[in-house]
Nanobody
Framework: LVELVESGGGSVQAGGSLRLSCAAS????????IAWFRQSPGKEREGVSS????????SYADSVKGRFTISFDDAKNAAYLQMNSLKPEDTAIYYC???????????????????WGQGTQVTVSS
């Protein structure tokens, strides 16, 4: 069992930056994938970025490439999402997720993930 707690959300003007954190606890040794998803009202949950921990393989959604950076600190069992050049369309609840096994669904597919945090709100104003 892995528990995830996000922090770092808030309100920012367009062009600004935020850094989200995700603290993992429990069976952290079992984490295969760690990822960030987001969901805004009326839209499906969207994969933003992920790390395939074993190989350090990183994936980004096209909408955030070049602006967001994901990282994972093994010593702290924490994931981070550095978000720069934020846009109003980045407004959403951001969720941290952990996948505990191999998956055929893809690194940014919610089906890959077993544990989810409670989410943190990010609001970007124009």
């Amino acid at each position: 069992l892995v528990e995830l707690v996000e922090s770092g959300g808030g309100s920012v003007q367009a062009g600004g930056s935020l850094r989200l954190s995700c603290a993992a606890s429990g069976d952290t040794w079992s984490i295969v994938y760690i990822a960030w998803f987001r969901q805004s009202p009326g839209k499906e949950r969207e994969g933003v970025s992920s790390i395939y921990r074993g190989l350090g393989r990183i994936s980004y959604a096209d909408s955030v490439k070049g602006r967001f950076t994901i990282s994972f600190d093994d010593a702290k069992n924490a994931a981070y999402l550095q978000m720069n050049s934020l846009k109003p369309e980045d407004t959403a609840i951001y969720y941290c997720a952990a996948g505990l096994r191999g998956s055929l669904y893809g690194a940014l597919d919610p089906e890959t993930y077993d544990s989810w945090g409670q989410g943190t709100q990010v609001t970007v104003s124009s």
